[in-house]
């Protein structure tokens, strides 16, 4: 049977379909129309105007997938609203958005610039170190923005597992804006930072790193993932920059000789720039703790609330400092207890000056001067000053306080020690002649009492000697 078109197999079907006279639908005739319209199906899915799914195909015509589309194991869905779901998106070109939304965190690995920059779209060798680079159109009014004489960076990625680049540094020799191209000319290896210039690459990004003459073209901003800073560069003329052409950073600092046996410790961000301009300015320690600014508050006040830390009113970290007592006293806690002066054995203030001006001033009640051959008693009364301030025996503590007989008689006073050990006596010691003073006490002998108090903020001990002579 020859091939029937659609049409006249339609028609076959109708005839049958509409056929009034008896017998007139033989078998042949109804058999002949069944195999017309298979042969038609079998022809149209080899080469007809339908899709297949049991195989490659392919339609010149739009295709509408108004309940969407899945690609792959639910790998991509094309979704009616105009969404798209997938996990990952590669894009060989250029991508435009409208908007574009990061979901909780956006991350850029490498170095990221802020200058002007452009991609090799293709490359042609013109000898002795030129190159003619055209530059990719990113969208249609897209023109490159290099200048003359400009200095060009160009990385390209090796794609290899450790990750390794390859770095061509170029000078801009002339730019055809009308074409997008410019010619380039690669610096020797000697002048380019590692030693080693490669030659530029087909898709390779090409950023402004300085410019050889407009001063207006010798800056550039960039972060940097991998040295952990954030850079601006000024005064660029050529790859490699010296010191003079850091003009600020933020982050880890970079191995420069003006920071050189500054104390710079390495590990932690700094800032750097040539002036800051500050309402508010908070210094912090090593640790990241506000240092203090130290504020004289004058002669001390009962009724005033002295503070080490945050001022409200001033605005700042402050420490105040007073005067009592002959002394230079700062605030050891948040708030010195109102009212409480500041002196020995006060932990809310610490002695910065006179704190080492101690004294002892030894008296005798009875007077100085005692009979030999008669009895007498006295009491012997010590007195310890911090500078102005009279210490009291119950701040000092017994326990560090000693008293000590010296006389002719080392047998004796050896004895008369281990009785009046540490710890027994304390600012006042009472003396009996007939028991406190060698057998062989007569006229023209010497006995002494000394003490001695261990105070824990003075590096030695303090000593005082009263001595009778008859």
């Not at 007139?24 to 899709?51: C, F, K, W």
Request: with cysteine.
């Amino acid at each position: 049977m020859a091939e029937l078109t659609f049409q006249q197999i339609f028609e076959m079907c109708r005839t049958v379909r509409d056929e009034r006279r008896t017998h007139a639908n033989t078998a042949t005739r109804v058999g002949e129309t069944l195999i017309a319209l298979l042969q038609h199906i079998a022809q149209s899915m080899e080469d007809g105007p339908y899709l297949r799914k049991d195989r490659e195909d392919a339609t010149e015509f739009l295709v509408r997938f108004l309940a969407g589309l899945i690609i792959g194991d639910n790998k991509i869905r094309l979704n009616p609203d105009g969404s798209i779901t997938c996990e990952r998106l590669t894009v060989t070109g250029s991508a435009l958005f409208n908007e574009l939304v990061i979901n909780h965190q956006n991350v850029l690995e490498g170095d990221t610039y802020f200058c002007d920059r452009g991609i090799i779209d293709a490359m042609e060798y013109l000898g002795n170190g030129q190159y003619k680079l055209t530059m990719r159109k990113e969208y249609e009014n897209d023109v490159v923005t290099f200048h003359a004489y400009d200095v060009l960076k160009c990385s390209m990625n090796n794609l290899d597992r450790a990750r390794t680049y390859k770095t061509s540094w170029m000078r801009v020799d002339s730019v055809d804006t009308t074409a997008n191209t410019m010619v380039v000319t690669l610096y020797d290896n000697e002048d380019v930072p590692g030693g080693l210039n490669y030659a530029p690459d087909v898709a390779a990004r090409v950023i402004r790193w300085g410019n050889q003459v407009d001063e207006t073209r010798q800056q550039v901003w960039f972060v940097s993932s991998k040295d952990g800073r954030i850079l601006f560069l000024q005064g660029v003329t050529q790859p490699i920059v010296h010191d003079y052409n850091y003009g600020a950073f933020l982050g880890l600092p970079p191995d420069l000789d003006f920071l050189k046996d500054q104390h710079i410790n390495y590990n932690h961000p700094y800032l750097y720039a040539r002036g800051l301009i500050a309402k508010d300015f908070i210094t912090l320690d090593y640790y990241g703790n506000p240092e203090f600014k130290p504020r004289d508050r004058g002669i001390w006040k009962s009724d005033v609330q002295y503070i080490r830390g945050w001022d409200e009113d001033a605005q700042g970290y402050y420490v105040d400092r007073v005067w009592w007592g002959g002394c230079l006293w700062q605030a050891a806690v948040d708030k010195p207890t109102k009212g409480k002066e500041p002196r020995f054995n006060n932990a809310d203030w610490v002695c910065l000056l006179g704190g080492s001006n101690m004294a002892i001033d030894i008296i005798s009640t009875a007077g100085d001067f005692f009979p030999a051959g008669k009895p007498w008693k006295t009491t012997l009364v010590a007195s310890v000053w911090n500078a102005e301030m009279q210490i009291r025996e119950e701040e000092i503590g017994k326990e560090n306080i000693t008293w000590q007989r010296l006389s002719n008689d080392a047998q004796g006073d050896i004895a008369w020690n281990i009785q009046h050990a540490t710890g027994t006596q304390g600012l006042t010691l009472d003396v009996d002649s007939t028991v406190d003073v060698p057998g062989n006490w007569e006229a023209g002998s010497e006995i002494g009492f000394q003490i001695d108090i261990s105070l824990p903020e003075q590096p030695e001990v303090l000593s005082a000697r009263y001595s009778i002579i008859m």
